[in-house]
């Protein structure tokens, strides 16, 4: 873990914990001005006024969660470097069910054991779409519990604490140990949301919480929101952004608000807002939605395509008025693609709906038909037949 992650760790529990220099050496996160955070807020845990629930969770905190391990993809990471710890399963659950409700660009991914935890916490387990973490690299988000987290770390750590509430009531959080768990999982970066009024104000828990606190404090970490800034714009202030709805609204793309305004190979803008991921524009090129300039290699009038610039052109639909067909017939509504060669012309002729008398020499009959119908080998005769049949009736058979 980086040194400004360590040092909690050495304050609280381990103080001859010692830090090799490799880690002197870690990047910085992506995205933000700080790599340790508590993100401080006084939204009221679900259930605040009442004892009675099996577990604990705080819908505020899994949607400012869910936000921002959003905002952590569109700086380019991969989901499987960053991690959501939370210490209650009903958290857990909230933040699985919110996830596939609002984070498209992920799933997430749970281990067997907390899936274990939290089928006997919710029946309706089942019908959330969430993996396993024990078994392989399948890629998400993985999601835990800190304790089923233990012996484990991630490039960046999300946590959310849950407990918010005006009698200082903080659970398992008091516990030293669960505690240090919970501060020594990143390497990179860790992210924790919480109420720090309710954590300084636990009579139980305030001699664990408020050294801790105390040293966020004092090193500008303790802060109201995630301190985010523009990878592409790095002279613009940061962005501190405390409510669920500030990241789309200030950081909609992972970015600042400017214009991207980038000339794509199409020879059209990017009309997205500033977004430090595909730089390269290969996804925005594929999904231009600016009207298509390009022409049908088929079409030899430069008809221009109808249809937006990210689909294929495909064949030239435009109306070319009246042709003359092979049979001699003229077509009314014949499309570019229908008439752009000598070969495509005699195709379309053989299909012509212009109705004639013809005259079919098998059964002898001389009645009206499409002109396609009469240029066939064995044309169809649409006549009744007439002839009479075995119960000395006229057949009616065509």
């Known amino acids: 873990m980086r040194p400004s992650i360590s040092a909690l760790v050495r304050a609280q529990t381990y103080p001859d914990l010692r830090d090799h220099e490799s880690v002197t050496t870690y990047p910085n996160v992506k995205g933000v001005d700080e790599n340790l955070v508590f993100i401080d807020h006084s939204h009221l845990e679900d259930g605040a006024d009442t004892n009675g629930a099996r577990t604990k969770s705080n819908v505020f905190e899994a949607d400012l969660t869910i936000e921002i391990v959003r905002y952590f993809l569109l700086q380019g990471y991969r989901m499987d470097p960053i991690v959501v710890l939370t210490p209650y399963l009903g958290q857990l659950l909230k933040v699985l069910q919110l996830m596939k409700l609002r984070l498209k660009e992920a799933t997430a991914l749970v281990s067997e054991s907390d899936t274990r935890d939290l089928e006997q916490v919710d029946s309706e387990l089942e019908h959330h779409s969430v993996g396993s973490g024990d078994s392989g ?7 835990s519990t800190i304790d089923n987290f233990q012996g484990e770390e991630a490039d960046i750590v999300v946590i959310s604490l849950v407990r918010s509430n005006k009698r200082g009531n903080i659970g398992f959080l008091k516990e030293e140990q669960r505690v240090n768990v919970l501060l020594s999982r990143a390497r990179h970066g860790m992210f924790l949301v919480g109420n720090s009024s309710t954590l300084r104000t636990s009579k139980s828990g305030c001699d664990v919480w408020g050294p801790i606190l105390d040293m966020l404090a004092s090193d500008g970490r303790l802060l109201t929101g995630l301190p985010t800034t523009c990878q592409l714009h790095p002279d613009d202030e940061p962005a501190n952004l405390s409510l669920p709805t500030d990241f789309r609204e200030q950081r909609p793309n992972g970015g600042c608000t400017r214009a991207c305004t980038y000339r794509l190979l199409c020879g059209h803008s990017c009309t997205m807002m500033c977004h430090p991921i595909d730089r390269s524009h290969v996804k925005a090129q594929l999904l231009c939605c600016e009207p298509c300039k390009r022409f049908s290699p088929e079409c030899k009038l430069n008809h221009s395509c109808p249809k937006l610039c990210k689909d294929k052109c495909g064949p030239c639909r435009a109306p070319v008025g009246p042709i003359i067909l092979t049979c001699g017939h003229t077509a009314i509504s014949a499309k570019c693609h229908d008439v752009r060669s000598p070969a495509a012309l005699e195709i379309f002729s053989r299909v012509c709906q212009t109705k ?32 009479p049949a075995a119960c000395g009736y006229p057949c009616k058979s065509e």
């Open 356 to 387: 004639i008398d013809h005259l079919f020499p098998v059964c002898g009959h001389k009645t009206e038909t499409i002109c396609a119908n009469a240029h066939q080998l064995v044309p169809q005769c649409p006549a009744k037949c007439g002839k």
């Open 137 to 143: 690299p399948a890629e998400g988000i993985r999601c």
